[in-house]
């Protein structure tokens, strides 16, 4: 993927985090008292949007990155940031909002969660690793 496409996929994602973000802080929360969602879910929300924006930043560093030091870890790292944006923050917007849709089916995405946070660990490995391999 070159970099005006990636550029445009951090940028949606930005924006997605930070719309997602006032939605979670304003009507999420107003939800609260009719218990439809918990604080625990408006915080797992929370937590969702803060991942995804940090490791939005996280890819755009990354294109900054590719363009003076180009390396296939810096690749590697980019595409586990955005799966594991995909897996972790999407896995917990639909956990924690599934009672607003009663799609209790959807607690199968449980186990996706923690497979996100390995691919966040996984690219902040290669982002590491593009410091000592060069192609």
């Known amino acids: ?10 940028g949606f994602s930005g924006a997605l985090a930070v719309a997602l973000g006032a939605i979670g ?6 939800q609260l008292p009719s218990g439809v969602i918990t604080p625990d879910q408006l915080n797992g929300f929370d ?15 990354i294109v900054l990155l590719n363009q003076h030091f180009q390396n296939k870890f810096l690749k590697y790292a980019y595409n586990a940031f955005l799966t594991g944006i995909i897996l ?21 995405l449980g186990p996706v969660t923690p497979i996100g946070g390995l691919f966040f660990i996984a690219g902040w ?11």
């Open 25 to 30: 802080a304003h009507w999420l929360k107003n």
């Open 1 to 10: 993927m070159d970099s005006p496409k990636k550029l445009y996929l951090i």
């Open 88 to 108: 972790f923050s999407g896995s917990l917007y639909f956990l924690c909002t599934r009672n607003l849709y009663n799609a209790d089916f959807l607690k199968f």
């Open 125 to 135: 490995l290669f982002l590491a690793l593009s410091a000592r391999k060069r192609n």
């Open 47 to 61: 937590t969702a949007v803060k991942y995804q924006m940090y490791h939005t930043l996280a890819m755009f560093g």
